[in-house]
């Protein structure tokens, strides 16, 4: 049976279910209440409003601390922004980090308008317009090259323009990276400029006179393990170091990817950084020898902002329907699309749920629930029979984990719905 396990009033340290291994790391509580950011969330909820979503601005700043002391000096590191874009968080991350990694013209504005600088912005991303190109070249930021096609219209706007268009060749590499969520290279994939077809382009490169700067790979989002991931990198150095024989320029950067997971469900476990620090310092000392100029850099959207965000919605109702108890919030998979299950998992599982106003109710105090949204499909599930405290109409159900891939990435339109709001605190 789940016991849980609460802090005093107001700690700062972490709670959890004893049965349940997936920590909800890094959140305090007080009288029952979970608080982000110092405040319960019963007062956010009055001041924006259910559903919202909170991002705590002391748990972003901490996680980017706790890489950087992974990870060596002089690795540069980049959010990759589709994880969240919402503009405060966002200027928050610009702040914390070396480098933004966009994927189309309205992220790119976005970056900008956060304070990034161009020079720190990256542009990946297959099928990009040429008005994308062009705005790219314009503002003077580096874009991940994804196909031949790009080359013409990135030498027309430098042409036009009269500014370089800087380019690095995002590779879609002759290995995969195993054990990730979502693969994004290796064999067939639209991402990228297969390894063999690289030579060929860096020529054109070279002959259209472009600003060559370097190389980007990305093997796959979401792995939690760290052996995967340190031979990803090591592949990823070798196959640029082998490409970069072929390139107009030395290689300046060098962006081997991340694939940083989180864990969401129960039995995963954090990420082991150690063994990728040290994979990294070991190709930061062969690339000071292989490749002078290069900075190696990585980019990572989740593993920088998934934890610091929870989503808050109210019960509505509080359903029996032969035997099962069916808690009906005002929140959904119209806002958290992934935590019902629908954003790319193969096999649903629950996110970390909790009701929020009842932290600290005790073992006797739980009952077997499902928690469910307004709409009306059976894939709006938030929760699928989990241990929950009872609740009543009324309290806040809490989806943890979910900073990263949240409103953005839902269908926030889907059976027209109030939009969910968005606090950074
Ligand atoms: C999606 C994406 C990322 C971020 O992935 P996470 O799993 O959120 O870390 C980084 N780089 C590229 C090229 C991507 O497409």
Same mark, same amino acid.
């Given at each position: 049976m789940n016991t849980p396990v609460t802090p005093a009033s107001g700690s700062p340290a972490s709670f959890a279910?004893?049965?349940?291994?997936l920590p909800v790391a890094g959140f305090a509580c007080a009288q029952g209440v979970l608080l982000v950011g110092g405040r319960p969330i019963t007062e956010l909820a009055e001041q924006f409003g259910t559903p919202f979503y909170a991002y705590d601005s002391a748990l972003l700043d901490a996680r980017v601390a706790q890489l950087r002391a992974a990870l060596p000096p002089g690795v540069g590191l980049h959010y990759a922004?589709?994880?969240?874009?919402m503009p405060a968080l966002l200027r928050r991350m610009v702040g914390l980090v070396d480098g933004i990694d966009v994927a189309s013209g309205g992220e790119l504005q976005r970056a900008l308008s956060a304070g990034a600088r161009p020079q720190d912005i990256s542009f990946a991303g297959p099928g990009k317009r040429a008005e994308e190109l062009q705005q790219a070249v314009a503002a003077g930021v580096l874009v991940n090259v994804e196909?031949?096609?790009?080359l013409p219209l990135l030498a027309a706007a430098q042409d036009e323009l009269a500014r370089p268009a800087r380019v690095a060749l995002r590779v879609n590499p002759d290995f995969e990276l195993k054990g990730?969520?979502?693969?994004? *290279? /290796? =064999?067939?994939?639209?991402?990228?400029?297969?390894a063999e077809a690289v030579p060929a382009v860096l020529r054109e490169v070279g002959r259209l006179g472009l600003r060559f700067e370097g190389f980007h790979l990305y093997a796959g989002s979401?792995?939690?393990r760290a052996a995967s991931i340190c031979e990803a990198q090591r592949l990823s150095y070798e196959l640029a170091l082998r490409l970069a024989d072929h390139a107009p320029a030395p290689v300046r950067?060098?962006?081997? *990817? /991340? =694939?940083f997971g989180v864990p969401y469900f129960s039995g995963e476990q954090p990420l082991d950084l150690a063994p990728i620090g040290q994979n990294l310092q070991a190709l930061l000392e062969r690339a000071a020898q292989e490749m002078p100029h290069a900075q190696l850099v990585l980019e990572l959207g989740r593993y920088l902002v998934a934890e610091a965000g929870v989503y808050v919605a109210r019960v509505l109702d509080r359903k029996l329907s032969r035997g099962q108890v069916f808690l009906v919030t005002d929140g959904g998979l119209h806002h958290h699309l992934a935590a019902s299950g629908?954003?790319?998992?193969v096999v649903r599982r629950n996110y970390p749920v909790r009701i929020g106003t009842r932290m600290q109710a005790t073992a006797d105090e739980h009952e077997l629930a499902s928690v469910v949204g307004p709409?009306?499909?059976?894939?709006?599930?938030?929760?699928?029979r989990m241990q929950l405290a009872r609740a009543q109409e009324g309290d806040l159900v809490v989806v943890f984990q979910?900073?990263?891939?949240g409103a953005s990435a839902s269908p926030q339109d889907f059976l027209g719905h109030p939009r969910v709001a968005e606090v950074l605190v």
């Open positions: 279910l004893a049965s349940d291994p922004m589709k994880a969240n874009p196909s031949p096609r790009e990730s969520g979502m693969r994004m *290279g /290796g =064999g067939a994939k639209p991402f990228g400029i297969d979401q792995n939690l950067v060098l962006n081997l *990817g /991340g =694939g629908n954003f790319g998992q709409l009306c499909t059976p894939l709006d599930l938030l929760a699928d979910s900073g990263a891939y």
